[in-house]
């Protein structure tokens, strides 16, 4: 009686360790495979802080999205506070001095300003932009042509351990080398989305992005707090997501 109840429970514990197998089998099969990444995309939005008029869409982008807020305008504060409860990455975007002649932001960083200016607009301007992870141009040909200015701007990005993206309005610019020799985490620009606000241009200078993140393994974007770049990435991004793209913050990509 003994050895005939050993020899159930010996074949039901075979059956059980058969059917575990099979199950394994049959959900190995089902199980759908994972798409590989086509590339990793950044998007940039430039200008914050002159008005709320788009926080409402912006919110409703549930992706990666690092946005780049002008210091000392009437909106910076709280737009920053704003974005970064959405989830998006905040960087200060530092008005520097053009070669155009275009009417100049508060505070604009110049190419006659000596290590302390520097470092007080710094101070001033990182206190009003909470949450920043990273500093961007804005404007700038002069300034990013500096190597002298614009080591002293990059010395104090590192100093307070943060990235910085060049905007690229210069093809001569100097920071891409300047980052390298100091150490300091850096990303460049490579397509600009919205020269013209118009939803075509924009899907089309987003294909170009996406090639490009598909030929490099990664890529940044910059847009601008409009409504119709807003609207054309909200209906473009999940279709990207669907292709095999990946988005994230400027701070995965700067190295």
Not at 11 to 17: E, Q
Not at 22 to 40: C, D, E, F, H, Q
Not at 120 to 129: A, N, R, Y
Request: aromatic share 6%.
């Amino acid at each position: 009686m003994k050895k005939k109840l050993i020899i159930i429970i010996a074949l039901i514990l075979s059956l059980l360790v058969f059917i575990a197998i099979i199950l394994t089998s049959v959900n190995k099969k089902a199980a759908p495979k994972a798409m590989p990444i086509k590339g990793r995309i950044a998007i940039v939005i430039d200008d914050w802080g002159y008005h709320l008029n788009n926080l409402e869409i912006a919110k409703s982008i549930k992706q990666h999205l690092t946005c780049a807020i002008l210091p000392n305008l009437k909106s910076s504060r709280l737009v920053a506070q704003k974005l970064h409860s959405f989830g998006f990455e905040i960087i200060l975007h530092l008005p520097m001095e053009p070669k155009e002649k275009y009417q100049l932001e508060r505070n604009t960083i110049t190419t006659t300003m000596d290590a302390g200016q520097i470092h007080s607009i710094l101070d001033q301007d990182l206190s009003s932009i909470l949450f920043a992870k990273g500093i961007s141009n804005h404007m700038g040909s002069r300034i990013t042509e500096d190597s002298r200015v614009s080591a002293l701007i990059m010395l104090e990005a590192k100093k307070r351990k943060l990235y910085f993206l060049d905007s690229f309005v210069t093809p001569r610019s100097v920071c891409a080398s300047l980052a390298k020799k100091i150490k300091l985490r850096f990303a460049k620009r490579e397509i600009f989305l919205d020269n013209q606000d118009d939803p075509d241009y924009i899907k089309a200078q987003i294909i170009k992005l996406t090639d490009l993140a598909k030929e490099n393994g990664q890529v940044v974007g910059i847009g601008h707090d409009r409504r119709n770049t807003l609207a054309v990435l909200k209906e473009v991004i999940p279709q990207l997501i669907k292709a095999g793209y990946r988005f994230v913050f400027v701070s995965e990509i700067a190295k």
